[in-house]
């Protein structure tokens, strides 16, 4: 088992910054890929970004492209979401994911575990 928990939301203007953070417990990290999902009120979760077990491969929705990024540190069992040029419309709680297939994936379904989610405002 992994246990996930999520860090660094807040409220921020747009055009702003945040860098959240996902530490994990539990199993061993680097046996799982990972993925930040959002989910804004009265909206379905939606995939953010993902990242394979290494690192080598990451992917990202197209309404974040660009200005998000996704990294992994297997020595310290993290994963963090650095969002740059934050809109309104990315406001949402932020999940951190984690899969034992090798490579990340789009869907939802396909994660065993989840954080507890950390909010992200972005004001105009």
């Known amino acids: 088992q992994v246990q996930l928990v999520e860090s660094g939301g807040g409220l921020v203007q747009a055009g702003g910054s945040l860098r959240l953070s996902c530490a994990a417990s539990g199993d061993t990290f680097s046996a799982y890929s990972m993925a930040w999902f959002r989910q804004a009120p009265g909206k379905d979760r939606e995939f953010v970004g993902g990242?394979?077990?290494?690192?080598?491969?990451?992917g990202y929705a197209d309404s974040v492209k660009g200005r998000y990024t996704i990294s992994r540190d297997n020595a310290k069992n993290t994963v963090d979401l650095q969002m740059n040029s934050l809109k309104a419309e990315d406001t949402a709680v932020y999940y951190c994911?984690?899969?034992?297939?090798?490579?990340?994936?789009?869907?939802?379904?396909?994660?065993?575990?989840w954080g507890q989610g950390t909010q992200v405002t972005v004001s105009l």
């Open positions: 994911a984690a899969s034992r297939a090798y490579w990340y994936n789009r869907r939802d379904s396909e994660y065993d575990y």
């Open positions: 990242i394979s077990r290494t690192g080598f491969g990451l």
